[in-house]
Every structure is written in C-alpha cells, then in structure tokens.
C-alpha cells in the first residue's frame, strides 16, 4: 500500500470527479441510479488524501454487467473487498455488502463504490459527508485526526484506519441524530 499522506484542500477535487463520473455513467448508463463525490474530497476545505472516493448506487448489486462493464471500460476490480465495515453491524449483513474497484491504469487514483440504494452503507457516506459539509468544528475535529494518524502511521495503514474508521463511525452517529434535528416536524 502506498505511504499515507493527508494533502491541503485542492480545488481541482470538484473537477477530477466530474471527469471520472462521467467517464463511469457512460459505461454503467442506466445501471447507475446515481454517482456522488464521497469521502474528503468531497468536503470544500478539508485536507484528504489526493484520492477521489466516487459511490456508485445501483438497484441490484449482483447484476452481472456491473462488473462486466466496468472490467471491460478498465477499472480494476477488487473482488477481495466485498463490504463496508461499521462498528456495531454483522459484517456479513446485506447492508454492508458492495462491490469495489480502483481506476483505469495510468489514470487518476480513484477508489470506486458500488453499493446497492436503500442500504445503510449506501446512505452513510452520503450523510457523513453532508455533515461534515455543514459542521465546522466536526469537520476540523476530522482533519486534525487525520492529519495526526498519517503523521504517527503513514506506512501503516492497518493502523490507521483502525483508529479513523471507528472515529468516523462516530461521527456518522452524530450525523444520524443531526439528520433526525433536521427532518423533524414541530
């Protein structure tokens, strides 16, 4: 695995994902009910790795010409990665279930998730990110993280996200009760 490195925001994030959605829509067409920019580089201002993190929603995930298509246009699939991980879920549960792949050779780094609408992986992102778009102090709480671990660990990346992923699902569950504030009716 390559050196972990937390970059300063860059504005070209926007753009590179615009490229590779579209890139992806053309090839999935109607299996894709959705693209979205996820992960840190999706939130303006915040520090990442130099990596674009794309959520691909489709209706059903074992459709045979998901992987097919995607294989054929050049993406590399990982078929070892088979789910999310969250803290407090069944690892085998069907809400965690995805399929992964990585970007064409040669191209920009691009970690690719498709995940099925409706499951709990599928909205979490989504909510995480919206979260962190809207809440300052969470958003810098994150960076700050970040930026420590791949200082303390960046050639040890089981290490790292053994300590980030739990964060971030700790941040998700305050994401879910500020989503509840928001969807309530008074």
Not at 152 to 166: G, L, Q
Request: net charge negative; charged share 25%; aromatic share 10%.
């Amino acid at each position: 695995m390559a050196r972990i490195t937390i970059s300063a925001p860059d504005p070209q994030w926007p753009q590179a994902y615009k490229q590779i959605e579209q890139q992806l829509q053309n090839v999935l067409e109607s299996l894709a009910i959705q693209i979205d920019h996820i992960g840190s580089t999706s939130v303006p201002g915040l520090p990442a790795k130099n990596v674009i993190d794309i959520q691909v929603t489709v209706r059903d995930l074992s459709h045979p010409e998901i992987t097919g298509k995607l294989s054929q246009a050049g993406y590399r699939y990982l078929p070892d990665i088979q789910s999310d991980n969250l803290v407090g879920e069944d690892e085998n549960s069907d809400e965690l279930k995805k399929l992964y792949f990585r970007e064409k050779n040669g191209e920009r780094e691009a970690h690719i998730h498709i995940r099925e609408s409706g499951r709990l992986n599928q909205k979490y992102p989504l909510l995480f990110r919206d979260f962190l778009r809207h809440d300052s102090m969470v958003r810098q709480a994150y960076a700050t993280v970040k930026q420590a671990l791949a200082k303390r660990f960046p050639d040890d990346a089981e290490s790292y996200y053994a300590i980030k992923d739990p964060y971030m699902d700790t941040i998700y569950r305050a994401a879910c009760l500020w989503e509840q504030t928001r969807t309530r009716v008074y």
